[in-house]
């Protein structure tokens, strides 16, 4: 990743999935943005109590438990994401291929788990080529993972501790920023990143989570904070959103444990040196729109303040016990930088990057 290209690949990447990923990777924006959206922008939340933009709750459903997909691929079989071909692999599998001109993305699909944690990796073997990852639901046609620089002087891609969301085909979309050449991929199931973690994973609730940049623009499933650059602009400001479905969980005093789990964290430029730390907050905002980027609710509530990639399981069990006594369906954070403000005209990306969707992990 170089720091004047981060938007561009974000945007280029989603584009490129969009027979499956509706609205060009859901990127919207308000009138006057570069990408627009019919859909009605919702109503501003008031502030605290919310009531009226998180529903309360409804009696708990008794849980139904879906069979396991009977999916079972033969060798050499192929399978698609949009107008995309590819090949099925498995956990352990080392897969090699080529990118060009001629055939700029490559697919690989492979059956997972859900609560699977998995690692993945794209080297380039020759040429000059500057790879991205990025990783796909086959069955929610939705994006969970994804991946440009390894680091800061690595070009090759990598997604760690990936927790898959669901039971079902996934696919790995191996593509370019720039160059050309040989590659090699490799698929590993790795187990969770830490010890004794909660067993539930909340889902996250893809239509309310992504990004907000100052501009007006909402990338969904895109998980980014501080100074990004988008074709067109330099320094733009972003802020995450992360909302979860705990319309499920009991609403009394039930909740044994709680923790919020961030994996695949890159960090680009210096964003710390030029925003300060990252503050996590709770912040009941509602359905993720372009005014949430300005939102500071009355009583939002800190959650953790970050110097830099989480190294450790962040503890939400009293705010999520909270939201849960208060009759929220959804429990949603907002991830944004200390410090207000622009770097107009330095060209440079300056971005915390979460690669994965976090996962909200519970015991009851």
């Given amino acids: 990743m170089r720091g004047t290209r981060i938007i561009s690949c974000v945007l280029a990447i989603l584009c490129g999935l969009a027979p499956i990923i509706s609205g060009c990777g859901g990127i919207r924006a308000q009138s006057g943005g570069a990408v627009t959206d019919t859909t009605a922008v919702s109503t501003p939340p008031s502030p605290t109590p919310r009531g009226a933009v998180i529903p309360t709750r409804a009696p708990t459903p008794t849980p139904t438990i879906e069979p396991t997909p009977t999916l079972s691929p033969t060798p050499g079989e192929t399978c698609s994401l949009g107008g995309l ?83 079902g085909a996934y696919g790995l979309v191996a593509g370019r920023y720039s160059g050309a050449g040989d590659f090699r991929l490799r698929l590993d199931i790795s187990g969770p990143p830490f010890e004794d973690l909660p ?29 990004v650059n988008l074709s067109g602009s330099t320094d733009v400001r972003s802020q995450m959103f992360l909302s979860y479905d705990i319309s499920s969980l009991p609403a009394g005093t039930g909740l044994i444990d709680a923790e919020l789990i961030v994996t695949s964290c890159h960090i680009i430029g210096e964003p710390f040196d030029e925003f300060g730390p990252v503050v996590m ?9 372009p005014s949430d980027y300005g939102e500071r609710a009355l009583g939002a509530i800190p959650i953790a303040q970050l110097d830099g990639c989480p190294q450790a399981p ?31 005209g330095d060209g440079r990306a300056d971005t915390l990057i979460f690669g994965a969707w976090p996962v909200l992990l519970v015991d009851y």
């Fill in 281 to 289: 907050e709770w912040l009941p905002y509602g359905s993720l729109d």
């Fill in 85 to 167: 071909q590819g090949r099925w692999i498995a956990y352990g599998d080392e897969a090699t291929g080529a990118i060009s001109d001629e055939n700029e993305e490559a697919l690989f699909c492979f059956l997972g788990a859900e609560g699977d944690w998995v690692s993945v990796s794209l080297e380039a073997t020759s040429g000059d080529l500057d790879t991205y990852l990025s990783l796909v639901s086959l069955d929610r046609e939705v994006l969970v993972g994804w991946n440009d620089d390894a680091g800061p002087t690595n070009f090759n891609s990598e997604l760690e501790y990936v927790y898959l969301p669901d039971t």
């Fill in 314 to 344: 962040i503890n939400v069990q009293r705010l999520v016990q909270m939201a849960l006594e208060r009759g929220y369906e959804a429990w949603q954070i907002k991830v944004a930088f200390s410090m207000r403000g622009e770097l107009i």
């Fill in 199 to 227: 067993e539930t994973a909340v889902p996250l609730i893809p239509d309310d989570s992504g990004s907000v940049l100052r501009t007006g623009t909402v990338v969904s499933l895109r998980f980014m904070a501080g100074d």
